[in-house]
Structures are given as C-alpha cells and as structure tokens.
C-alpha cells in the first residue's frame, strides 16, 4: 500500500522540498517552493524543460535574457538548456511547484 511522504523528509534547503522519482520508477520530479519575498533560485539550466505552477504570489523570471512576470494562476514552461531562476516580488511569500521531467533533478548552476 502505498505511503504518503512527509515534506519534511525530502527537505533539501529552508525553502524548498524535493521529490525525484526514480525512488519509484517515475519519469518525473517535483520542487515544491515557499520563497519569501526578495529571494529566489540563481540562474541554472536543465538538459529538459522545467514546467512552473504559480500557486500563490508573483515573481520575476529570468529566462533567457528576458524578464517574465507571472503570478498565481499561471504556468510558465522553460525550454531545456535555457539558463533560468526567479525572484519573488510580491509582498508575500511566494509558493510555485516545479515539475521535472526526469526521474532526477539534473541542475547546472550558472
């Protein structure tokens, strides 16, 4: 039967959690994020695009050399090999889920 997983096991910074999938033979991995405002990941690339779920607040990414404001509601697809991070703007905390498509995180930080 299976489990659920507890956030806090699959914690890997103050900020973020965690979930690859080659644990259980997906094709997938999941970044779930709560950044406070001001903060967010640098720049990095992935050898696959990188798929982002606003769920509460707003940011400015940088994807390529444009700036891309998004906010809760929207998806925002990164092209793979395509130097990207975020920085949250709004007043509040700011909470996005990344999806992966790749059994584990591949990350290259620029």
């Known amino acids: 039967m299976p489990e659920p997983i507890p956030f806090e096991s699959r914690r890997s910074?103050?900020?973020?959690?965690?979930?690859?999938g080659r644990a259980d033979e997906l094709d997938g991995s999941i970044f779930v994020v709560d950044v406070p405002p001001g903060k967010g990941p640098a720049l990095h690339v992935h050898p696959y695009p990188e798929v982002?779920?606003?769920?509460?607040g707003s940011?400015?990414?940088t994807v390529?050399?444009?700036?891309?404001e998004a906010s809760a509601g929207?998806?925002?697809?990164?092209?793979?090999?395509?130097?990207?991070?975020?920085?949250?703007?709004?007043?509040g905390n700011l909470h996005v889920v990344s999806f992966h498509p790749s059994p584990e995180v591949v990350q290259t930080w620029l």
């Open 64 to 68: 390529g050399d444009e700036q891309v």
């Open 52 to 56: 982002f779920v606003v769920e509460e």
């Open 13 to 20: 910074s103050p900020t973020a959690v965690l979930y690859e």
């Open 74 to 91: 929207q998806f925002l697809v990164v092209p793979r090999e395509t130097p990207h991070g975020f920085k949250n703007t709004g007043e």
């Open 59 to 61: 940011a400015t990414f």
